[in-house]
């Protein structure tokens, strides 16, 4: 079992720049892959950033050169950086790993972006 815990969310004026964190923890052989999704009212939960446990990366076609996320396999965690922040990427975020055993979510974190 796998437990994901994020936090570094907040409200944030356009613009303005955040830091994600999610730290893994409980019995983790191997996590292949961390990532970030986002979900507004309404929607359904899409994904924001992906990175593997060999450091390669993914993102969004809205998020490019915007976010950059990063992952620290010692520690279990996941970080996602993010720049430039629009109206539009308010949303819940939420923490995601990828093991050979299953799929394991966290609980999720706010972001606001609003002046």
């Known amino acids: 079992q796998v437990q994901l815990v994020e936090s570094g969310g907040g409200l944030v004026q356009p613009g303005g720049s955040l830091r994600l964190s999610c730290a893994a923890s409980g019995n983790i052989p191997r996590i292949d892959a961390m990532g970030w999704y986002r979900q507004t009212p309404g929607k359904q939960r899409d994904l924001v950033a992906v990175?593997?446990?060999?450091?390669?990366?993914n993102y969004a076609d809205s998020v490019k050169g915007r976010f950059t996320i990063s992952r620290d396999n010692a520690k279990n965690t996941v970080y996602l950086q993010m720049h430039s922040l629009k109206l539009e990427d308010t949303g819940v975020y939420y923490c995601n790993a990828k093991t050979p055993w299953g799929i394991y979510w966290g609980q999720g974190t706010q972001v606001t972006v609003s002046s």
């Open positions: 990175i593997t446990s060999g450091g390669n990366t």
